[in-house]
C-alpha cells in the first residue's frame, strides 16, 4: 500500500521520462499530490510535462526545483537519474527518502505474484524467458522494469496480470526497500559500472539487496557455477534453487547434449534457438524460476509446455542479435553488452573469424580481460567514440586494432570493407553508449540500419 506519509504532503518525481511519468499518475492515482520535474528541455521531458499537465499535476522541463524537492516527503527517482545529480543530491541534505518507480508500483501493486532478476548479465534474456515461459504455460504475464516498461505503467493498467517478471538494476535495487519476489534469481556477478560506483564491491552491495527482505518462505533461483552468487547467497534464508553448466548436483543441468531437471531431459541443447552456452544458462535460470514459482508448474504437462517454450523464444533485440548475413559475411548486434564481462561472452561464442566493433563510452574496466577471446577468434577490433584511445592501448599487441572516430558510419563501413566471406561482423562494445547514442538501443538500431545497407 502507498504509504499514509506520503498522502500527506508532496512528492517529487525527478525524471519526465517514461517511467518518472507512469510514477507522477500513479502517485496522483493513489490520493498523491505531486510535483514532477525535468533538467533537460528536450522533446521526451517536454512531452512528458505536457502530459502530467493535462492530467491536472504540477510538472516542469528544463529546471528542478531543488527547494521544493527538498520538501517533499518522498523523492521519486527516475532510472537514467544519476546519484549525483543536483535534485537528488538536494533531497539526501535534507533527509528526504528517495525510491525508485519500482518502489511505488509494488505498493500498489501489493500482493501481485513476481520473479525478480538480476545479475551482471543475462538479465534482459532471462527475463523475457521467463515471462515467454509463463505465457507458454497459459498465465497472463507482464515484463516490466529495467527490461523497458516501467512497472508503474502495469500498476495505472485495470487488468491485473498473474505473473510479473521483473528485471532490477543494481541502481533499481538500492532504492526499493520493498522488493521481496515469490522467486529471485541471481544470473552471475562480474564488475560493471564503475563508472559509477567506487568499487565492485559497492556495486556487489547493491546487487545483494534483492535478499534484503529474505525469509524462510523466500525462493532464490543461483548460478551454481559462479562463486561470486554463491557467496553473496551463503546464509541467504528461504530455499537455494541452483543452475549450471560444470557444477556438480546443481538442480538444472545441461549435460550430454540435454537439458535436464533434477535428471530428467526438458529439451535438447541443439532445440534452443540461441547463440553460446551463456544463453543455456539464462534458459536454465529462466526454467527453474517457472518451476519453483508454484508446485503446478512442474507437473508434467507444464514441463512439456516449458519445453516448447524454450523452442519457440527468440533473443530480444541487441542481444547476440542476427541481423543478416550479406555476400558470406554474418551481422550480429549485441549493443546490449556494455560492460566487459558481457563481450566476453559473446567473442567467446563465435565460431566465425570475427571483426569486432568495441568502443563507447569508457566504464573503467580493463579491456585486457578480453585478450584471450580476442586471440582465438578476433581478426581484428575497430576501437571507436571516447574510448577508443583506451582500447588501443589495452589490446596493443594482442590483435590488431584500429583506432577509428565518432562517426559510427564510417566504423560500420570500415568493417564491411574488412570482412571476408565467412566472417562475423560483431558489435558488442563491452561499453556505454552514452557518447554517441541516447541509449544502447538507439546504438543496435544504428548497427542494424547501416548493415542492411551492405
Known sequence: ???????????????????????????????????????????????????????????????????????????????????????LAAARAAGIPIVSEIEVALRALDGVRYIAITGTNGKTTTTALIGHLLRTIGKRVADAGNIGTPLTEIALRDDRPEWIALELSSFQLHDTPSVEPTVGVLTNLSPDHLDRY?????????????????????????????????????????????????????????????????????????????????????????????????????SRRALARIADGLRSFRAPPHRLEIVGERGGVLWINDSKATNISSTQVAIDGMTRPTVLLLGGRHKGEPYTALANGLRKHARVVLAYGESAPIIEQDLAGVVPVERLGNDFAAVVARARALAKPGDVVLLSPACSSYDMFRNYEERGAAFRRLAGAA
Not at 262 to 283: C, F, Q, T, W, Y
Open 198 to 298: 567506487a568499487s565492485a564491491s559497492e556495486y556487489y552491495a547493491d546487487k545483494a539487496l534483492l535478499f534484503r527482505n529474505a525469509s524462510e518462505k523466500s525462493t532464490w533461483v543461483l548460478n551454481s557455477d559462479d562463486e561470486l552468487v554463491l557467496a553473496m547467497a551463503d546464509g541467504v534464508a528461504g530455499a537455494h534453487r541452483g543452475f549450471g553448466i560444470t557444477s556438480a548436483g546443481a538442480e538444472m543441468t545441461c549435460a550430454d547434449g540435454e537439458i535436464r531437471w533434477n535428471g530428467s531431459k526438458i529439451l535438447s541443447r541443439a532445440e534452443l534457438p540461441l547463440l553460446g552456452d551463456h544463453n543455456v544458462m539464462n534458459a536454465m535460470a529462466a526454467s527453474l524460476a517457472v518451476i519453483a514459482a508454484d508446485p503446478a508448474y512442474s
Open 1 to 87: 500500500m502507498i504509504k499514509a506519509e506520503w498522502k500527506a504532503g508532496e512528492a517529487a518525481v525527478v525524471g519526465l521520462g517514461r517511467s518518472g511519468v507512469a510514477a507522477s499518475l500513479l502517485l496522483a492515482r493513489q490520493g498523491v499530490r505531486v510535483y514532477a520535474s525535468d533538467g533537460g528541455s528536450d522533446a521526451t521531458a517536454t512531452a512528458g510535462a505536457a502530459k502530467l499537465s493535462a492530467a491536472g499535476i504540477d510538472a516542469k522541463a528544463g529546471a528542478h526545483d531543488l527547494e521544493r524537492i527538498a520538501r517533499a516527503v518522498v523523492v521519486v527517482a527516475s532510472p537514467g537519474v544519476p546519484p549525483d545529480a543536483r535534485p
